[in-house]
């Protein structure tokens, strides 16, 4: 898969950019604050419908106007599609492909598929575990978009479930409806992530491998409090109902701290290498060599899923890096892939491709 | 700020919803270049619903007298009713013309976060209804919604224990759709909500 060309209007930084990338390596080169990261987080947002780095939609939108729009031609294999968004300060968000109107915005999701690697992302190993449950989230999104639904579903399911705790409101009846409710959608948020686990851990062991060329047992590990010992692998509707029984057990806890304290938004992630759990017993050096080899697993993942490579975004990685591992990521970049790399600091990058100087609201 | 009538009636504009300012002051001054009788046609029209219309006594459809036009309907089967979240929910279902029985709107969905519980719906006189007319099943066509689905699963919970036949409409993939054409997103709901036949 690739971007063609793209267009924005509106958005951050940009008021008009038409760009025309690349289809192999393109270095996207400037100061600090040229608008680099902005260029990646407008494709990241037709991937995924969300920026990666603001959790209100109204942030992108260019402080002088009402609306953003991102346009861009996706060439993929057999066919090359147009699409577009646009993203109002007030009201839903309207979306088109190939100029035909969409009935739900989600329906773009699967055109462009997008692997990204963030400088926090290089910390996923120790951060908190929101931010490892995004990550499996958003790689599901990436292999089987309709795991959007199901996410937007158990995110709306707890907020109203929450909501219902805090209204004092004691109506068995109408808890036990959003007990099912959270229950349902939780169970199949819950099978998607098991299914990412098992899809990218041997994919993981490899990538792991070849970064830090030496061999070692690195696993991806998941622990819930709703599931007594290991968590196993079974349906959605299993993992439902294993949910719903947790939710009725903390009734009483949920009441008092009128929120509910089990299911899979409270869950944690993590990764182990050996016997070691890595976010406690792993050197800086294996957290983040860990955290390089999941992206690359995820996009091997989407690759053997699609038989199509995903676009890479890699934002300001490789001057996080020691030189070291920067030239070990750079040797295991994946082929056939088109890749945006940004850097300040064009000396300090291990790879070569078309450079693109950024700044004044222009990449040229 | 424009004269005083005019910008009253930009003010009153832009208090309808999906309308911003820009609009209400757009409409406000189309209104003022059309011709008179015109602009009071549509007042009129705005004074003739609000004072001529109101809610069926029964279903909570909207009604030009006590009951609406469906329950004024002598043909149709008063053994099941449809039970959907707003009026407008009926005209979609009546457009099939598949259906020929009852309604009874709710009056929105259940929904903490705006307040809304069950207190705030009709259920209390959905279960008067039961006393008194012979309905065997409700046809739930809440929308396919969080909330929709909860609001669904509120009347399973609360009616079927009285002996009543609780349905729910069939959702996924659209009605004619074909395979082919369905998006890769609809499809993945479908598969994950089959049901067994
Ligand atoms: N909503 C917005 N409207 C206008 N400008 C914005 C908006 N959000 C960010 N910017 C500008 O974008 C620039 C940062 O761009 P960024 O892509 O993060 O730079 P970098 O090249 O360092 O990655 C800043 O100058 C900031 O003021
Ligand atoms: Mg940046
Ligand atoms: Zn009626």
Known sequence: ?364 | MFEGPVQRLIDELSRLPGIGSKSAQRLAFHILAIEKPDALRLAAAINDMRDQVTLCERCFNVAAGELCSICRDQRRDDSVVCVVERPQDIVVVERTQEYRGGYHVLGGSLSPINGVGPGQLRFDELRARLQTEGIEELIVATNPTVEGDATAMYIAREFKPLGLRVTRLASGLPVGGDLDYADELTLGRALAGRSEL
């Open chain 1, 1 to 364: 898969m690739r971007v063609d060309w793209l267009s924005l209007v509106d958005f951050r930084s940009y008021r008009a950019l038409d760009w025309r990338p690349d289809p192999t390596v393109n270095l996207l080169i400037g100061p600090n604050g040229a608008g680099k990261t902005n260029v990646l987080e407008s494709i990241g947002y037709l991937a995924s419908l969300k920026s990666f780095r603001s959790a209100s939609d109204s942030d992108v939108i260019s402080r002088w106007s009402g609306s953003s729009v991102i346009r861009a031609g996706i060439g993929s294999i057999d066919r090359e599609r147009l699409i577009e968004i646009e993203i109002p300060r007030e009201g839903g968000r309207r979306t088109q492909v190939d100029k035909t109107k969409l009935k739900r915005t989600a329906e773009l999701l699967g055109v462009l598929r997008v692997v990204a690697f963030l400088p926090e992302d290089l910390d996923l190993v120790k951060r908190g575990p929101a931010y490892r449950r995004d990550l499996l989230d958003d790689i599901a999104v990436q292999l089987w978009p309709s795991a959007y639904l199901d996410q937007s579903e158990y995110d709306r399911s707890v907020r109203q479930r929450n909501a219902f705790l805090k209204s004092g409101d004691r109506d068995e009846v109408t808890l036990a409806v959003w007990d099912s409710r959270l229950a349902q959608a939780g169970g199949r948020v819950m099978a998607r992530r098991i299914r990412v686990i098992e899809t990218l851990t041997p994919l993981l062991a490899e990538s792991y491998s070849v970064i830090a060329s030496e061999d070692a047992q690195v696993g991806i590990t998941y622990s819930a409090s709703w599931i007594e010992g290991a968590v196993p692998s079974v349906s959605a509707g299993e993992y439902a109902d294993a949910i719903a029984r947790a939710l009725e057990a903390r009734r009483r806890v949920d009441y008092e701290r009128r929120m509910t304290t089990v299911g899979p938004h409270r869950d944690e992630p993590g990764f182990s290498i050996g016997e070691r759990d890595a976010r406690t017993q792993a050197s800086q050096g294996e957290q983040r060599t860990l955290a390089l080899a999941m992206k690359l697993a995820a996009h091997q993942a989407i690759t053997q899923a699609l038989s199509e490579t995903p676009v890479l975004l890699l934002d300001d990685v490789f001057s996080e890096l020691d030189p070291n591992r920067a030239e070990a990521l750079a040797g295991a970049l994946p082929e056939n892939t088109q890749t945006l790399v940004t850097s300040a600091r064009p000396e300090d990058l291990p790879i070569s491709g078309k450079v693109w100087s950024v700044g004044e609201g222009d990449v040229g």
